[in-house]
């Protein structure tokens, strides 16, 4: 099994090496810098298998960071993970629209943290399109039809678009922000109780294993 490679960015030197020091000690290879711009030449240079990124930073704040690493092809399949002791609501609603895959709020304990650098890992192992073949379900984006095991299941609109969006990134919390922005846009205004709706309807007629509820945050899809 390889040795994941991690990008480390904070302005902070003693984070840095607090979690650098946690981070190799469970076998990772560790790189690290203290700003943006910084971060975003290493990780062209090095190819992380994550990144992980403060929000407030000098020269570039981590959520331009992030969406600058989005754009560049040969990091596509980087994952990245938010530490910032910033935990508002919009910080974390930027960070995931950036790209973001993961928002985890200082301060955490270093078993906490080693663990959700390996779930986040473990969703990399295959890329893309794997990920979306594990479940079973497979989505015809250009026929609006979804297919599971075998057997068509019909969805009305939304409930297409809502299963698309989870789908488009599987693991990835979406928030509820994020849901309403993307499914329904400016059409009408609909709350919280809206997505819980077809939210209930995509279980009844998918299976209530693949989508799970986060708490007061949003939702997720795995396989």
Not at 5 to 21: A, M, R, S, T
Not at 100 to 119: E, H, N, T
Request: proline share 3%; net charge negative; charged share 30%.
């Amino acid at each position: 099994m390889k040795n994941h490679k991690i990008l480390l960015v904070d302005d902070d030197p003693d984070i840095l090496e607090f979690i650098e020091y946690n981070l190799k000690k469970e076998g990772f290879e560790v790189a690290t810098a203290n700003n943006g711009l910084d971060a975003v030449k290493l990780a062209q240079s090095i190819q992380p298998d994550l990144i992980l990124l403060d929000v407030m930073m000098p020269e570039l704040d981590g959520v331009e960071t992030c969406a600058r690493i989005r754009e560049i092809d040969a990091l596509k399949h980087s994952r990245i993970a938010f530490l910032t002791a910033r935990g508002e609501d919009y910080s974390q609603i930027a960070g995931f629209e950036a790209g973001g895959d993961d928002y985890i709020l200082k301060p955490v304990k270093p078993r906490v943290l080693v663990s959700r650098i390996k779930a986040l890992l473990r969703r990399n192992i295959g890329g893309d399109v794997a990920e979306e073949n594990t479940s079973g379900i497979h989505i015809d984006r250009e026929k609006y039809e979804v297919n599971k095991d075998g057997t068509s299941i019909s969805l009305p609109r939304k409930e297409f678009e809502l299963l698309d969006l989870l789908m488009s990134k599987q693991g990835k919390v979406f928030t509820r922000e994020v849901i309403l922005s993307a499914v329904w846009g400016e059409e009408v205004v609909v709350g919280d109780r809206t997505i819980d709706v077809h939210i209930r309807k995509l279980r009844e007629k998918l299976g209530n294993e693949f989508i799970t509820t986060i708490k007061g945050v949003g939702y997720k899809f795995t396989a």
